[in-house]
């Protein structure tokens, strides 16, 4: 494994295993499934980026004629769905499927073709939503949407598209968190104990546990607007004695934590790099630790301080609005333990570097004017207007999106054994930080200057229209920076600079395997002794605390003086140079593909229910045929 | 379809100056990497201020009342404390990355420091502390602007949100036919005493939002819902005429189609105006003997009244009422009148129609009476009058000659507001 090209070309071919498409369909490894979600989420992430280009176009001057009410709506809607659901959840569910297992020193997930599952059910619900720009429009009652603004129009079928593609969504999100919470609980290295895993993975886990009790709260509430809306249920009918704000609770209850859901990986990314870069390890880890469980715990309390305006009562507006101020607390024990990483360490500015230190500079700015939502009365001005839309975007773009692209330029070389290029990386961070605030930041005052949220259309003389045109040359900026980014992945990934299996100088697992890793990730399961486990086989600390490099150990793998000592099944390899030895590793499946594609198939037949009924009884043959074949079928592939 | 007010021209003129100032600023930069964090500090240091400086007849920063003043300060002391925090906080951190950064020839080894318990307790106890401050004077501003106003004086008005405008009852001020005053989108009030809204929606939710006078409230399907408004007396300016000034608002919650147009005009009256104005409202509709008038009153009762009601005196002098029957929406206690369609009975006393979006005027409202959704997105084609869905008023293919006769008519029905 030494850092030299040519090796790195046979890691390729190694990784690269079977080719073809076949070969990705049925993969059911947990690094290739982790770049489908990555380059699929990619390519929404263009989709609600046009989207929001144009929405910034209307907006950009008063009564403006670039599209109609219509179409805006079904944009905006569509842009929300798009950033949640098929951009930011399964971007961390790139990193998360990529990194967990081997960051935690495991072979794959616990339920190899399950993870299949779940991405090919994501791609497919992603099209099948898309899809309904091409049959008579795409779903245009906002991404949240309000019964019985979504119930009313039982003749239009948008919101059906919406209502059953995030069921399927919420499907494929809660069997890969079982997933997760499996790998997080069986499949950890020994030694690895959970206080000795890196903060990334802790996200993950806290990720993976609030979206599997927040997702069936929506879940249902998804089922009774479908029903409302096709069988005429009247769970949401006020003019039957029901209340539609159940809806919001419903929906707030789940959406809440998906605010933590988009924005905790990210924060356990900047916790992995921070260190790197400061080579210093993570300053108070587990307050860090706890400050993210303790944010997603009490991230299932505050769900209705969306609904301020909603007429709870004042009793439940003090209730809610303290339980809110009081997420702030461990926010901020984050923020000031990321500052104290930085404090007396020697900080390179790499581009993963500039995007953490902007994502936690935004992630500020966000989580100070969340904390002015919590002034209940405040809130009632800025609910529902441009300055919510601006804190929004701070936490999940200057946040969440700044945290995963910081992840990508430093995972890039792990992906691909190639560096994305430092010079583009540089001017793709200052042009998009630029371009964000610019963007963002005068929302603040539109907001505040009485501008609503949702609205196509605004007249002249209200104040609006300089920080509007400013704000849509923002989003031009930030689409430029985009451009850069793709052009630098496109460059990179065949030219960019050999990386070698550590090119930071990294602290954790990943970099003690090849770039990219062999498809069993470890020749020789590792045995961790420490956090950062990595690092301390490669520094110590004199009296004074300094760091002291050790010598390089000899003959480039890792010797495991202690082997067995803390137990386990460590698996005694042969050292036969080709490291696969006795390694079972799950065989390839198409089934986990034809088991999501026939759930899809019933989604469409429940939108179209007048004549759908034939394809849900086909989508459900399909689903049961795929589910056979998949409990019926060997599980490992055969030796080689 | 443009708002020409007073206080619009001198927000815009504040507006300009500021944004001229930040133009220049991107044209110097780039010379220098110092000069350009000098002007980024320079302009981050505008932006805070613009942020503080409201202007516009839509502006939450600019209270025009005592309840948004009472938000304006809990806003103004949360904001405070979070540019505070902002400073420190990014203080820390420029200088964390500025000392400590990797230089040229550097071999410093850093202290591999883990952690420090003190400082974790300090910085948890620090916010902790801050919040408390900023939570004691926000439970108290949740109850003060939901009490409920207690001043005899206080007007009672009655809204119910409609897909896309807004319906006003003033239970107060009965007119001829015993029936009380009815209006839509332009909200009449005194300045000077607490207004009462008792809401609710006839359809889906909207959310009614003054900035200047209050934070908005939700107007939710099946519940009643109040909020308080109260304008300081010199609202009352001479926007329209001696004693009469106006505020902006409008639907905060998404609600279909035409969202962005269903607005709020709030017409702020000294009470002897408001006085006036409300003799004004109560005088039913004359209807002509003959005449264009008259012609196109047979019109009006022949298509319009299928959704829109009026107060009207025919020409015999005795005083009827027209439109569709009376739909009311009981709410618990509260009793509220829905229409189809806005009450017509004073309309020429309006300063804008459909929503409070155009200019109530001849040209506007003759592409109005010719297909109302060529200027205002709407759904017409999905009315369902028997389940009293109304998704927009529909195109009902009237010759020009009929839309002029109507025209007539209702340039007869009210006094015309100078100016208008």
């Not at chain 2, 806003?75 to 500025?98: D, H, Q, R």
């Not at chain 2, 107007?219 to 902006?248: E, K, M, Q, W």
């Amino acid at each position: 494994m030494a850092i030299t090209a040519e090796p790195q070309q046979q890691q390729l071919e190694v990784y690269t295993g079977e080719k073809g498409i076949w070969a990705w369909i049925t993969t059911v490894d947990h690094k290739r499934i982790g770049l489908l979600y990555g380059t699929t989420a990619l390519f929404f992430f263009i989709l609600g980026g046009l989207e929001a280009l144009f929405i910034r176009l209307q907006l950009a001057t008063p009564n403006a004629e670039v599209l109609s009410a219509e179409a805006y709506n079904q944009l905006f809607t569509m842009h929300g769905l798009t950033m949640v659901f098929l951009v930011i959840m399964p971007i961390a569910a790139a990193f998360t499927n990529y990194f967990l297992p081997i960051l935690v020193g495991a072979r794959d997930v616990a339920f190899p073709r399950l993870n299949a599952f779940s991405y090919w059910l994501f791609l497919f619900a992603g099209l099948m939503i898309y899809s309904s720009f091409l049959v008579g429009g795409a779903p245009d009652g906002a991404w949240v949407g309000y019964a019985p603004l979504s119930t009313q129009i039982t003749e239009v079928v948008r919101m059906d598209y919406w209502a059953i593609g995030l069921q399927l969504l919420g499907v494929a999100s809660i069997a890969s968190s079982a997933n997760f919470i499996a790998t997080v609980f069986t499949m950890r290295a020994p030694g690895m104990s959970l206080l000795r895993m890196p903060v990334f993975a802790w996200m993950a886990l806290v990720v993976a546990f609030l979206l599997i009790f927040s997702l069936p709260a929506v879940g249902i509430g998804l089922f009774q607007l479908f029903l409302d809306r096709n069988f005429g249920a009247l769970f949401y009918e006020a003019a039957a004695g029901a209340d539609p704000l159940l809806w919001q609770h419903l929906f707030w209850i789940f959406g809440h934590p998906e605010v933590y859901v988009l924005v905790l990986p990210a924060m356990g990314i900047v916790s992995e790099i921070l260190p790197v870069f400061s080579r210093k390890p993570l300053f108070g880890y587990e307050f860090v630790v706890f400050s993210g469980a303790a944010i997603g715990f009490v991230g299932f309390g505050v769900w209705a301080h969306h609904m301020f305006t909603s007429g709870l009562g004042p009793a439940a507006e003090a209730g809610f609005g303290i339980a809110t101020m009081i997420i702030a607390v461990p926010t901020g024990v984050k923020i000031f333990n990321w500052i104290g990483t930085l404090w007396g360490g020697r900080i390179r500015f790499t581009t993963p570097m500039l995007f953490s230190i902007g994502f936690i500079a935004m992630f500020v700015i966000g989580g100070l004017s969340g904390v002015s939502h919590a002034v209940v009365p405040a809130d009632t001005q800025q609910h529902d207007t441009y300055y919510v839309v601006a804190h929004f975007h701070y936490v999940l773009f200057g946040g969440a999106v700044f945290g995963y692209v910081a992840g990508v330029y430093y995972w890039f070389p792990k992906w691909t054994g190639r560096l994305l290029s430092e010079p583009i990386g540089k001017l793709h961070f200052w042009l998009m930080l630029l371009g964000f605030n610019l963007t963002f930041a005068p929302q603040h005052i539109l907001g505040l200057n009485g501008m609503p949220r949702r609205t196509y259309r605004y007249d002249e003389g209200l104040g609006w229209d300089f920080w509007n045109l400013v704000s849509t040359i923002g989003a031009f900026l930030i689409a430029l920076s985009i451009l850069v980014f793709i052009y630098n992945i496109l460059r990179s990934r065949k030219n960019g600079p050999i990386a070698g299996d550590d090119p930071w100088d990294g602290r954790t697992l990943e970099w003690t395997i090849s770039s990219p890793p062999p498809v069993h990730n470890f020749d020789e399961v590792p045995i961790v002794h420490s956090l950062d486990d990595f690092w301390h086989r490669k520094y110590t600390e004199d009296e004074t605390g300094r760091l002291v490099a050790l010598p390089p150990v000899s003959g480039g793998t890792l010797t495991v003086d202690e082997g067995g000592a803390d137990g386990g099944d460590v698996v005694d390899d042969d050292h036969d140079g080709d490291g696969h030895g006795d390694i079972h590793m799950p065989s390839p499946s198409y089934y986990p593909a034809l088991t999501s594609f026939g759930l899809v198939v019933m989604g469409y037949g429940l939108i179209y229910l007048s004549w759908g009924w034939a394809a849900v009884v086909a989508g459900a043959m399909i689903t049961l045929w795929g589910l056979f074949g998949w409990s019926l079928e060997p599980v490992t592939r055969e030796e080689h | 379809m443009t708002v020409r007010i007073g206080t619009v021209r001198r927000g815009l003129e504040r507006h300009q100056v500021r944004a001229g100032s930040a133009r220049s600023e991107t044209r110097v930069r780039g010379s220098s990497g110092r000069i350009f964090t000098r002007l980024a500090a320079l302009g981050g240091f505008a932006f805070v201020l613009a942020a503080c400086s409201g202007s516009g007849p839509q502006t939450s920063l600019e209270p025009s009342g005592p309840i948004a003043r009472d938000i304006d300060q809990l806003w103004m002391l949360v904001y405070s404390i979070a540019v505070g925090v902002f400073v420190l906080v990014n203080l820390a951190l420029v200088y964390a990355i500025i000392k400590f950064r990797d230089r040229k020839n550097d071999d410093r080894q850093p202290v591999q420091l883990h952690g420090n318990t003190k400082l974790e307790i300090t910085w948890t106890i620090i916010p902790a502390v801050i919040l408390a401050v900023i939570t004691v004077p926000t439970v108290q501003g949740i109850f003060d602007v939901r009490a409920e106003p207690t001043d005899p004086e206080t007007v009672q008005i009655k809204v119910t949100g409609h897909q896309w405008w807004w319906e006003y009852e003033y239970p107060g001020f009965t007119r001829a036919d015993g029936r009380p005053l009815y209006t839509a989108n332009e909200l009449h009030i005194p300045t000077g005493v607490p207004i009462n809204l008792t809401m609710t929606s006839a359809d889906v939710i909207h959310s009614f939002w003054v900035p200047r006078l209050n934070g908005k409230r939700d107007v939710v399907p099946g519940r009643s819902s109040n909020l308080t408004l109260v304008a300081d007396p010199d609202v009352a300016t001479t926007d329209y005429g001696a004693g009469v000034g106006v505020v902006l608002g409008q639907c905060a919650e998404f609600c279909g189609l035409a969202h962005a147009d269903m607005r709020i005009r709030v017409i702020a009256h000294s009470p002897e105006s408001f006085a006036a104005w409300v003799e004004e409202q109560l005088a039913p509709a004359p209807v002509a003997e003959s005449g264009a008038a008259a012609d196109g009153y047979a019109t009006f009762t022949a298509v319009c009244t299928a959704c829109h009601q009026a107060t009207v005196q025919l020409p015999d002098g005795t005083v009827d009422w027209v439109g569709p029957e009376d739909f009311f929406l009981e709410i618990g206690d509260d009793v509220f009148h829905s229409s189809l369609g806005p009450d017509l009975t004073s309309f020429n006393s309006r300063y804008t129609f459909g929503g409070a979006v155009f200019d109530n005027n001849t040209d506007h409202l003759a592409v109005w009476l010719d297909n109302p959704s060529a200027i205002k997105p709407m759904d017409p084609d999905r009315n369902d009058i028997a389940t009293r869905r109304i998704l927009g008023m529909p195109s009902f293919g009237l010759t020009q000659q009929e839309i002029s006769e109507l025209i007539e008519m209702l340039d007869t029905w009210g006094v015309e507001p100078v100016p208008r």
